[in-house]
């Protein structure tokens, strides 16, 4: 029987394809994806109309963060097995029914299905959208893999610079109750459904035997540098190593540290200066998620690219010890001023972005390219646990203290506070990691003939094809 559509033979490319249609076909899913760092434009609407609590506003992100982790955990091998077109298939389904069941949710009332449809089924439509590039973009670009990675990555990072000014503008204009959230959800399905279409559409991966061009091989180009290995290592195997779980701690405290202020980035600011002569207005609250957003999409690009010349480690040494002083600066001098205010938070959602970015080529260079996609999925579940963390953190600490009958600044020091030792831990993690052992390491004829096999099932269909229209 011939394959399908979504078979990831059908998406070999052909010779002469250009690399540089691949990440594209990336960014429309992840740009659509990205919405979720949008979420706190939501919250306000949320609780008014349906008298929730910003701990419980905050539940349908934090669901949607931990299916994300969860769903690509478990679906890594999926996606290396069937393809990028498949996932991204995937993605497409899910997320826009989880927009469509929100939207019905919304509409009755039933706060339980907007949890369920956007922190479920969305949630794993974000996971299995967010790592559905990143193999392929590593085996395009192994010369260059935290920009390239950096590239589409960016796109879920800049999400919510279109998401946020765009779903404040259909609250205002379809109001703020339940009517106004459900038409706001029912235009997000759709319209991200359209879009995510585009990706599927233009995926290709290469075929096998495929090389960059230049005079050099990729691998012998990095196995010059510190960390970097030619060898390949299994998921399977990965998952055993001490390499896998500092790595683990790194990501996880990166991303907790920087969720905490995104999820509440628009009540955040406002709550900081709403004491001063010049509050903070709801839709300057807005911007300034936007503005978030930009640096989150910039960081994931600059700070990738960084890493292909500095390296790595010294990269996240970067992210984590001068993302503490960031915070430092705004627990000490924060409310003072507010272009330093929002100076700092824009460094640490930079360096935030920029960890997620520069992930998959850390994994590249310590596992190799063999399983990378799956090594990348089982990693995220340490941005699952920060989803839970970040927020709960961040709320529930600001809650008490406004129960406690504190206002403004006030509300969040206890918190940031605690970002700071999160981070101190990540960088301790980071300083531990080291070549993995070789005993973990997979023949390299093994792992040759798994990626013959894969290229071998595009060429024979593109075989098959041009005997069949006599080419």
Not at 114 to 131: D, E, H, T
Not at 348 to 364: C, E
Not at 432 to 443: A, C, E, M, Q, S
Request: aromatic content about 10%; overall charge neutral; some cysteine.
């Amino acid at each position: 029987m011939a394959p399908g559509f979504l078979d990831r033979s059908r998406s070999v490319a052909p010779p002469g394809w250009s690399r540089w249609l691949v990440p594209p076909a990336a960014l429309s899913v992840h740009l659509s994806i990205g919405q979720a760092y949008a979420w706190s434009v939501f919250k306000p609407a949320l609780e008014s109309s349906l008298g929730l609590s910003g701990t419980a506003s905050a539940l349908p992100f934090q669901l949607g963060i931990v299916m994300l982790g969860l769903s690509a955990a478990f679906g890594g091998t999926l996606v290396e097995r069937n393809g990028p077109r498949w996932a991204m298939a995937v993605s497409l389904l899910c997320f826009s029914s989880g927009f469509l069941l929100a939207a019905l949710g919304a509409a009755t009332g039933q706060y339980w299905l907007v949890v369920f449809g956007y922190g479920f089924v969305g949630g794993i439509g974000l996971g299995i959208g967010y790592i559905s590039p990143v193999s392929t973009l590593i085996k395009w670009f192994p010369d260059r893999p935290g920009m390239a990675t950096g590239i589409a990555i960016m796109g879920f990072g800049g999400g919510a610079l279109i998401a946020s000014p765009w779903s404040a503008q259909m609250l205002e204009s379809f109001g703020d109750g339940k009517d106004g959230l459900a038409a706001a959800f029912l235009v997000h399905g759709l319209v991200y459904a359209a879009f995510m279409a585009l990706g599927v559409l233009l995926v290709r991966v290469p075929a096998a035997g495929w090389q960059p061009p230049g005079d050099r091989k990729p691998q012998e180009q990095q196995s010059q540098k510190p960390l970097v290995t030619t060898a390949h290592v299994s998921a399977r195997s990965a998952v055993r190593t001490p390499q896998f779980w500092c790595l683990w701690v790194v990501l996880c405290m990166n991303v907790t540290a920087g969720i905490g202020i995104l999820e509440k980035a628009a009540p955040m600011i406002g709550d900081f200066f709403a004491d001063t002569s010049t509050p903070v207005s709801a839709s300057a609250a807005a911007g300034f998620v936007a503005l978030l957003s930009l640096a989150n999409m910039g960081g994931r690009f600059l700070w990738s690219s960084t890493s292909d010349v500095i390296g790595r480690k010294n990269m996240y040494r970067c992210y984590l010890g001068v993302g503490a002083l960031m915070y430092l600066g705004i627990v000490l001098l924060g409310d003072s001023s507010k272009p330093l205010f929002i100076g700092c938070a824009l460094v640490i959602i930079s360096f935030y972005g920029g960890g997620f970015a520069t992930v998959p080529a850390y994994l590249k260079d310590l596992f190799g390219t063999y399983e990378v996609g799956a090594i990348h999925g089982r990693l995220l579940t340490a941005w699952s646990t920060a989803g839970v963390l970040g927020p709960l953190i961040v709320n529930w600490v600001a809650d008490s203290q406004e129960a406690a009958g504190r206002s403004g600044p006030g509300l969040y020091g206890l918190a940031l506070s605690i970002m700071i030792g999160l981070l101190a831990v990540g960088f301790v993690a980071n300083e531990l990691i080291r070549p993995v052992d070789p005993k973990h390491h997979v023949p390299e004829p093994a792992a040759g003939a798994a990626a013959e096999s894969a290229g071998r099932q595009g060429g024979d269909e593109g075989a098959e094809r041009e005997e069949a229209t006599g080419r």
